[in-house]
Structures are given as structure tokens and as C-alpha cells.
């Protein structure tokens, strides 16, 4: 078989030029001077170097102008920031503080909205300002006497401060969530329902994301009044700009073909994925002692550590970052030539987010996924959300090593798998692992549990309605 390799070296895929031509992201027809925003904006936009509206800018930006709330699904990388963002420095008030909201679910993506939209007002009055954790509660209370028009934060201590009486949201006549399905989930939920609820009634509302899933769409248009839904994400989630592919691994032998990987390819700057915060770590050690410039970030790390690291990211000087999912949605750094899906995500939305960390704003980037046996359907879930195929990537001059004697098959979701020699092959990715491994491997079928020996592969939905403690991000 002869071996793909998609892009080779260093810098391949993040060096290209963007495609302000691709009809994919960017309007062909359309200025930035056709869409009713201001001088002083128009020239924040130039110095930024900005040529063309994306899609999601051309048609959500007029809409919001017009003072309309808005629904906006666009693929990853293609300018939502500023398509929330410009709206907003056209309409706010300099004079009034506090006037427009902006929630994202990370410190890391509002620290990085709060930048975009002061690099791009520049040229005006109106400021920016962020309100989350991390940072003293005082720091941030002393900095909000200046009277920011636009707070972008999170959402935990968003509500803090204001039960704190630090502020109120009386002013407030524009709400921004960013990654809204994940605002919108359970563990954010509440504390968007009580501030949007503390909100003006007569507020504009703008929801923006690549995935929006219908129930969450259903939630989102309780707080919003007759929004235009805008979608240019077209027939698949993700950018025809970034080669997607999957590579079949045992589980045993991840690490080992991670490092081949790495060390085999060299790609330019790699964000790897896993799913637990334990395997970041794991992995960051073990690439380290082979001598990998490696870095890790995920939530339990201090504040501090976690944004020297997107800044190393951000300014192009890391090599490889090991991060949890954390770092999956919204980060913006424009030289990440590869995302490796390390461990694949449950979720098949995350994998559309991961996978958005590279190919932005027209360049071309890289995915690489590993799938084990037990992952099959998993992958099949994420094709069927992003509406098309990801081609298996043969890599034969990697050799597989022996299965492990303590080694023990868990399912995606943790579950240990009663197996046996019989067990039947489930799906076609089973047989591209190993054809001699049978699908889920070692120890006889429980019969009791798997009546006709029908083992499943994936876990149930969700089970205990999210009551048990997650280990993730
Ligand atoms: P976002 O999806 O908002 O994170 O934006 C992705 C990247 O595209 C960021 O680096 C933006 O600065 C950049 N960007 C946004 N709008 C445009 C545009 N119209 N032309 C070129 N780059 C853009």
C-alpha cells in the first residue's frame, strides 16, 4: 500500500496566503463599505488587513446594523469575531459603560474576542474590557471604574461580580453569546439564564457558532426576539481547506505512533487532542523524555501557565501542544499546520471544533485522527454530522507492537468490554485496525449481560443526567 502524506514538512500547510478568493469563506460580491458600518471601523478593518467580508461577516453584519438579533452558524475560522464584533463598535455609545455583553465559554477565547474587537476599534472611542476568572475579583472590579462599553467574559464570574454588586446590566442593549451550543449546555445553562434574565427586554441578542444543534437552537430562541438565522456552513461543517483523515492504531500503540508521527512528518505546529486531562499530561511527559519540544494546557493548570501558553501559540512559537478540549473551540492561531486527534471525542460537535483550530481564514491545514477498534461508530457519528467521508490514512512503515499482557479494552466512554475471540466484527473500521483482532478483544462473553453475544461498542447516552463527576476539559 502506498503511503499518503498529505503535507510534508515544515510550514507546509500554515504558510499559505489567505484565499481571499475562496467562495468557501469569503463573499466574492461584497465590501466591507457596502455593509452600513462607519468610517472609523472601515479603517480598523483595512489596518488589519482584511480585504473581503467572510460569508458570515456579508450577511450577519447587515443584519445586525439594522438592529436585527441574530442566529449565526458559520464554519470554523471564517470571522465570527468580527462579525459579532464590528456590529458592535458601529452601534455602542462611547459614553455608556457597559452596553454590550459578550460570554464565550473559555478565558482563553475571551481574552482573544476582547483583543480582536480593540485591534479593530482602534480607530474609534468605544473599549473593551474583560471580566473572568483567573484574576482577582478586585483587579478586575478597579479596572471596570474606567467604564468599558463592551465586557466580554465568562460566564461564572460574569455573575459574580454583578451579585457582588459590582455592577449591574442595566445598561446593557446588546448580548453576544460566542460557541453558543456550549453556553447553552448544561453546565453553563443556569448562569446564562440568570443573566440574560437580568438583561434590558429590549436588548439585541447575536448567537453565534459552527455547530448548532436543533434542541439547543430551540433554548437559544427563548431569549431572543424573531432572530434571522443566518447559516453559511453550506452542505458540511468543516472547510474543504483542511485534508481530514484517520488513521487506524491499537490503543496500545498510540503514543508509540504519535511520536512516529511527529518525528516521521515533522509538521509545522501541532495542536494533539485527548480527552482527559491525565493523558495530557501523560503524553506531554512521554514526548518530552523523547526529546519532543512539547507543551500541555488544560484546566487544571494555573492561569497564568495557560496564557503563556496560547501566547507562545498564538505568536507561532510552539512546536506541539498537547491540550484537553479546553482549548477546542475558538482559539485562533494562524500557524497550527495539524490538529491530531489523539483520543477522538465523544462528541462529534467537539471534533468540529478541534479540527477548526487549523485551516483558518483561508489557509490549509491538517487533520489527523486515530481510531481504535471500539471506535467505529464514533467515527461514523462524526461523518455523519460533517456530511462527509474522512479517507483512512495507511501508514505502513509504522509497526504495530504486540498487545500488552496487562493491557485492558475499554470502550470510548471508559467501559471495560467482556470479549472474546468470537466476538463479531461490528463496523468496517474494526477490520482496518487489525483484520486478526477481533473487535472488541480477551475474555469470554458474558452471556448475562450481552444475551446472543451481541457486545455493544458504544456507551449508552448519557447516564446519571451528568451527575457524575467529569474528568474532562
Ligand atoms: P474567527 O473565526 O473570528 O476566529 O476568525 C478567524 C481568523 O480570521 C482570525 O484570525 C481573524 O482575524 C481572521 N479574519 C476575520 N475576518 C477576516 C476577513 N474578512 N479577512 C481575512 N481574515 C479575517
Same mark, same amino acid.
Given at each position: 500500500m502506498k503511503k499518503e502524506r498529505p503535507h510534508r514538512g515544515k510550514g507546509s500547510a500554515s504558510q499559505?496566503?489567505?484565499?481571499?478568493?475562496?467562495p468557501e469563506i469569503f463573499?466574492?460580491?461584497?465590501?466591507?463599505?457596502?455593509?452600513?458600518?462607519p468610517e472609523h471601523v472601515l479603517r480598523g478593518i483595512r489596518d488589519l488587513g482584511f480585504e473581503k467580508p467572510t460569508l458570515i461577516q456579508g450577511r450577519l453584519i447587515p443584519a445586525a446594523m439594522a438592529g436585527r438579533d441574530v442566529l449565526g452558524q458559520a464554519k470554523t475560522g471564517t470571522g465570527k469575531t468580527a462579525a459579532f464584533g464590528l456590529p458592535l463598535l458601529a452601534r455602542c455609545?462611547?459614553?455608556?459603560?457597559?452596553?454590550a455583553l459578550i460570554l464565550a465559554p473559555t478565558r482563553e477565547l475571551a481574552v482573544q474576542i476582547a483583543d480582536e474587537i480593540t485591534e479593530l476599534g482602534r480607530h474609534g472611542r468605544v473599549t473593551v474590557d474583560t471580566v473572568m476568572g483567573g484574576e482577582r475579583i478586585k483587579t478586575q472590579a478597579s479596572r471596570l471604574k474606567k467604564g468599558a462599553n463592551i465586557i466580554v467574559g465568562t460566564p461564572g464570574r460574569v455573575m459574580d461580580m454583578a451579585q457582588r454588586g459590582l455592577?449591574?446590566?442595566?445598561?446593557?442593549r446588546f448580548t453576544v453569546l460566542d460557541e453558543v451550543d456550549r453556553m447553552l449546555d448544561i453546565g453553563f445553562r443556569e448562569d446564562i439564564r440568570k443573566i440574560l434574565n437580568n438583561c434590558p427586554k429590549d436588548r439585541q441578542t447575536m448567537f453565534v457558532s459552527a455547530t448548532i444543534a436543533g434542541e439547543i437552537e430551540k433554548l437559544a430562541r427563548t431569549f431572543m426576539r424573531d432572530p434571522e438565522k443566518i447559516v #453559511?456552513?453550506? +452542505?458540511?461543517?468543516?472547510?474543504?481547506l483542511v485534508e481530514q483523515h484517520y488513521l487506524a492504531v491499537n490503543p496500545w500503540d498510540k503514543k508509540k505512533l504519535l511520536l512516529h508521527l511527529l518525528t516521521h512528518?515533522?509538521?509545522?505546529m501541532t495542536i494533539v487532542f485527548c480527552r482527559l486531562k491525565k493523558n495530557v499530561d501523560m503524553l506531554a511527559k512521554y514526548l518530552g523524555e523523547k526529546g519532543i519540544d512539547v507543551h500541555a494546557i488544560h484546566g487544571d493548570m494555573r492561569q497564568g501557565k495557560r496564557n503563556r501558553v496560547i501566547q507562545q501559540l498564538r505568536e507561532g512559537e510552539l512546536t506541539v501542544l498537547i491540550a484537553s478540549?479546553?482549548?477546542?473551540?475558538?482559539?485562533?492561531?494562524?500557524?497550527?499546520?495539524h490538529v491530531i486527534n489523539y483520543d477522538l471525542p465523544e462528541d462529534p460537535d467537539l471534533y468540529v471544533h478541534r479540527i477548526g483550530? #487549523?485551516?483558518? +481564514?483561508?489557509r490549509r491545514g491538517i487533520a489527523w485522527s486515530f481510531v481504535t477498534s471500539a471506535q467505529g461508530n464514533l467515527l461514523t457519528n462524526i461523518e455523519e454530522l460533517i456530511n462527509r467521508e474522512i479517507p483512512k490514512m495507511d501508514y505502513p512503515d509504522f509497526i504495530p507492537g504486540p498487545r500488552p499482557e496487562s493491557w485492558r479494552d475499554e470502550s470510548p466512554g471508559g467501559i471495560v468490554f467482556p470479549t472474546?475471540?468470537?466476538?463479531?466484527?461490528?463496523?468496517r473500521y474494526d477490520a482496518a485496525v487489525n483484520?486478526?483482532?477481533?473487535a472488541v478483544a480477551a475474555g469470554p462473553i458474558d452471556s448475562a449481560r450481552f444475551p446472543g453475544g451481541n457486545v455493544p461498542t458504544r456507551m449508552p447516552p448519557k447516564r446519571m443526567m451528568g451527575r457524575i463527576p467529569s474528568n474532562r476539559r
Open positions: 499559505q496566503p489567505p484565499a481571499h478568493a475562496d463573499e466574492s460580491d461584497l465590501g466591507f463599505d457596502q455593509l452600513g458600518l455609545d462611547p459614553s455608556v459603560p457597559f452596553q455592577y449591574h446590566f442595566d445598561n446593557v #453559511t456552513s453550506g +452542505a458540511s461543517l468543516t472547510v474543504n512528518e515533522e509538521p509545522a478540549d479546553l482549548a477546542s473551540r475558538g482559539i485562533d492561531a494562524e500557524g497550527v499546520s483550530r #487549523t485551516a483558518r +481564514a483561508g472474546g475471540p468470537e466476538a463479531p466484527k461490528v463496523n483484520p486478526d483482532m477481533p
